[in-house]
């Protein structure tokens, strides 16, 4: 008997401005005007994604004492833009970052439980944490949550407020609110008493379409994975070259077990690019001047100081790569996430650059670029369906290099290919995010 093959799961991202997108290509539109996102909202539609993702932060970066770029700042907040998108979508799923640090449990519960109704099912939250007090000016409790002080394993013994062990008891609460109403429209009060949050009361919205929204999270630290393992219902991880994938897949869901939960309770969809050409050659081509463009002489040397942490504005970007190791200087960068360890990542690019003979740009170029998807669309399809079959991933969320159009091409001519493989959906057999990922609904917990 043939076994049919593994279904994938597709969800576009919104780019922001970043090493990652083209502005100064002519086709670039706005990341503010909502055209843009209705487009793009409306093409992964017709492509049957399973949902549409914003990104979002919460502080201009800072380079040197200056404005960097806008990044994901630059633009509106996202559940504010999703609760519009809702009105002109029908069946995709919408979700957005909103961060666990400097928000409270009540507050945004409600607006994810709104999102979740006035689409009928559809919101998604990708929970993300902060633990730089750069961040944290822009808020009135300041102050931040120091990374330092992440138990090595989560629920440890070890007490004291940080960003996991926040985020895990925020997501906890958020469910409690969510399931404060009967599903038969019954209010009942509430009260959370724990080490971060203490709230009681009666929630102001009956429960949600889907039960609960649809849970993401972002992270590839130990302390990630179990988080995840424990709460997330999707996992938006940078793991997407194949081997890694597997390992990362094999490790995550290997963690579930010991929640009581099931491997296909948790998604693990890594984001990626891609670039499409008539021929592989041709793809390759579009792919190397692709990431000129995005990593100009000025943008690798930023990446460099980011690591390096000191002034390198003499050094030539063709040039070799500095002799003298990191420094630590939290001055510098402000706003951006870190690369990892200074001196473990310089010791990579400078392997990496001795081997291939690689200039400082050249380096940057190749230690900095995501996992994409580069060939034919026959090329693409089959790379992408050989992924989720390999058990590296369970589906993929895709980065277009252009805003708002980049998604175009893909939904034109590399879905259709996937369908012929029996590999994704031909039409939405289903009206709710959980419904697309194949999630069931939560057991509601009165």
Known sequence: MTTAPKQLHLAAHFPGVNNTTVWADPRSGSQIDFSSFEHLARTAERGLFDFFFLAEGLRLREHNGLIHDLDVVGRPESLTVLNALAAVTERLGLAATVNATFNEPFELARRLATLDHLSEGRAGWNVVTSSDAFTGENFRRGGYLDRAEIPQVLGSARTGETPLTRAAEFVATARELWDSWTPDGTPRPFAHHGEHFSVEGEFTLPRCPQGHPVV?????????????????????????????????????????????????????????????????????????????????????????????????????????????????????????????????????????????????????????????????????????AGFVAAGAADGFILVPHLTPGGLDDFVDRVVPLLQERGVFRSAYTGSTLRSHLGLAEPVWKG
């Open 216 to 384: 993401i999270q972002a992270g590839d630290s130990a302390e990630g994975r179990e988080f995840a393992a424990s709460a997330a219902d999707v996992v938006f991880t940078r793991h997407g070259t194949l081997e890694a994938g597997r390992t990362f897949y094999a490790d995550v869901k290997g963690r579930l077990a010991k929640y009581g939960r099931e491997p296909d309770e948790l998604k693990i969809m890594p984001g990626v690019g891609f670039v499409l050409g008539d021929t592989d050659a041709e793809a390759r081509e579009k792919a190397a001047a692709l990431r000129l463009q995005q990593v100009s002489p000025q943008n690798a040397m930023l990446a460099l100081e980011q690591v390096w942490g000191r002034d390198l504005s003499s050094y030539d970007p063709d040039g070799p790569l500095p002799e003298a190791d990191p420094v630590p200087d939290p001055e510098l960068v402000q706003g951006r996430v870190r690369l990892g360890d200074p001196l473990a990542v310089a010791a990579r690019w400078r392997a990496l650059s001795r081997q291939k003979g690689l200039s400082i740009r050249q380096t940057v170029i190749e230690a900095t670029t995501r996992q994409s998807f580069v060939g034919s669309p026959g090329t693409v399809a089959a790379e992408l």
